[in-house]
């Protein structure tokens, strides 16, 4: 028998309907469309505005896309691994409540967090308990309403950041396709950089706390963008020596939708051609561990069975990587 390799078998995705515009932001705060899309690349992004509903929400709505289109039993998932940086509360597990309700009642459920890089963190993970034997579908959901964590006050952060949801099944693979390798990263020299001050057990949520505005994530944007251009660079161009392959065998690149810069700075770094580089930033902003799945999402229909595809991200704490995979199937 072959060796057990895991791959992706389906994708879905969700985004909310509210479209934040670069032209509505210029109404809220002091920026304007040419400063955001020559600085970020985004034109709009999506926003939950719903009363009540969170992001498990969003990855449901995700899963459900997946379900569907892929004709699974959800009886049939064995785990569901939720990629989130802004869950439901702090305590009770976004992920479990998600499984239940999408009937997936036999799988057991946790969630992942390691901010923008929370998906890519899962995608190991997920085909680890795949190639382990012990599991055959481990769904994986990347969503974020990161809307509920943003002062919308604060230009440096409003601009880039909005909500949505992504899913991928992970299956065994018994001819070389899915996932060959991955380098991944952390450095906690980050914690300061990008984060949420309080709410957590250093500082717990107080009335002070909340006049303050500190339950909304700040970051140094000059350095957090400084460390996303090298280390997400320098993880990719090792991905592809590691593995042999050069800028003609790789038929695309998955990046993080962070800001349009670090994109092109990745790609570079690659040799890659720009329409190698699958990008949706304009449309959704940053949506964390949204990002990558919804990237596959939309651009589903382009990718072959065979192909080589390398995925990278970057986020808060720091926490960076790339993986390598193969594609498993060509979209009916």
Not at 12 to 30: A, C
Request: aromatic letters at 10%; hydrophobic letters at 40%; proline letters at 2%.
């Amino acid at each position: 028998m072959n060796a057990i390799t895991a791959a992706i078998t389906a994708v879905g995705g969700y985004v909310p309907d509210f479209v934040l515009s670069n032209k509505v932001l210029e109404t809220m705060v002091d920026t304007n469309d040419e400063w955001i899309t020559s600085r970020t690349g985004i034109k709009e992004r999506r926003i939950l505005k719903e009363e009540g509903k969170g992001t498990s929400f969003l990855a449901i709505k995700a899963a459900q896309d997946l379900i569907q289109k892929a004709n699974i039993d959800p009886l049939e998932i064995d785990m569901v691994i939720m990629a989130t940086a802004t869950p439901d509360m702090p305590v009770a597990s976004t992920g479990v409540y998600v499984a239940t309700e999408i009937g997936a009642t036999n799988a057991f459920a946790y969630d992942l967090q390691a901010a923008c890089s929370s998906f890519l963190y899962g995608m190991s993970t997920a085909a680890a308990y795949v190639q382990s034997g012990r599991y055959k579908k481990v769904l994986l959901i990347g969503a974020d309403k990161m809307s509920s964590i943003i002062d919308y006050t604060d230009r440096a952060t409003c601009i880039i950041f909005g909500d949505g949801a992504g899913a991928v099944l992970f299956e065994p693979n018994y001819e070389g396709y899915g996932l060959q390798d991955e380098y991944l990263r952390s450095d906690g020299v980050g914690r300061d950089f990008l984060k949420i001050p309080a709410g957590g057990s250093v500082l717990r949520t107080s009335a002070q706390t909340v006049e303050e505005n500190m339950h909304n994530i700040i970051q140094d944007g000059k350095t957090v963008f400084k460390y996303a251009v090298t280390n997400m660079a320098d993880a990719s161009e090792l991905i592809l020596q590691r593995n042999n392959l050069t800028n003609e065998n790789v038929n695309w690149l998955v990046p993080h939708q962070a800001n349009r810069r670090i994109i092109d700075a990745t790609a570079n770094r690659m040799n890659l051609e720009e329409e190698k580089v699958l990008v949706n930033i304009e449309r959704y902003g940053n949506t964390t561990s949204a990002t990558l799945p919804l990237v596959l999402h939309d651009f589903e229909k382009k990718l072959k069975k065979g192909d080589n595809i390398i995925f990278a991200a970057f986020g808060g704490g720091f926490t960076w990587g790339s993986i390598y995979l193969k594609w498993a199937y060509d979209t009916k």
